[in-house]
C-alpha cells in the first residue's frame, strides 16, 4: 500500500511563496503522471497541477503562471513550488496519481492572509 506524505503548507502574506513536498513511501512515478489537489472549505476537491510521466506539466487556469508542478523521481517525491498566492488559494493540497488511485494522504494546509 502507498503512503503519501505532504508536507510543506503554512501561512503566508498575500503574492508570498511556499514549496510543498509529496512522498511516496515507494516508488510509483515510473508509471504515473502525478497531480496535486487542494481543497477549500465547503468544496470540492479540484485538480491543480498534472506532470506526466514525460514531465509535461498541466495546470488548472487558476494557479496557471504562479504555480509549478516538478518531480525528483529517484526521491519518491513530487513538488509544488507556488507563488504570488492569493487568499483563494487557501486550502487543503494534497497528492496523488492523475485519478486519485491510492489512499489519500492527511494534505497539508496552506493559508494566505494578512
Known amino acids: 500500500q502507498v503512503q503519501l506524505v505532504e508536507s510543506g503548507g503554512g501561512l503566508v502574506q498575500p503574492g508570498g511563496s511556499l514549496r510543498l513536498s509529496c512522498v511516496a513511501s515507494?516508488?510509483?512515478?515510473?508509471?504515473?503522471?502525478m497531480a496535486w489537489y487542494r481543497q477549500a472549505p465547503g468544496k470540492q476537491r479540484e485538480l491543480v497541477a498534472i506532470?506526466?510521466?514525460?514531465?509535461?506539466?498541466t495546470y488548472a487556469d487558476s494557479v496557471k503562471g504562479r504555480f509549478t508542478i516538478s518531480r525528483d523521481n529517484a526521491k519518491n517525491t513530487v513538488y509544488l513550488q507556488m507563488n504570488s498566492l492569493k487568499p483563494e488559494d487557501t486550502a487543503v493540497y494534497y497528492c496523488?496519481?492523475?485519478?486519485?488511485?491510492?489512499?489519500w494522504g492527511q494534505g497539508t494546509q496552506v493559508t494566505v492572509s494578512s
Open positions: 496523488n496519481d492523475r485519478v486519485g488511485t491510492y489512499d
Open positions: 515507494r516508488s510509483i512515478f515510473s508509471f504515473n503522471g
Open positions: 506532470i506526466t510521466i514525460s514531465g509535461t506539466q
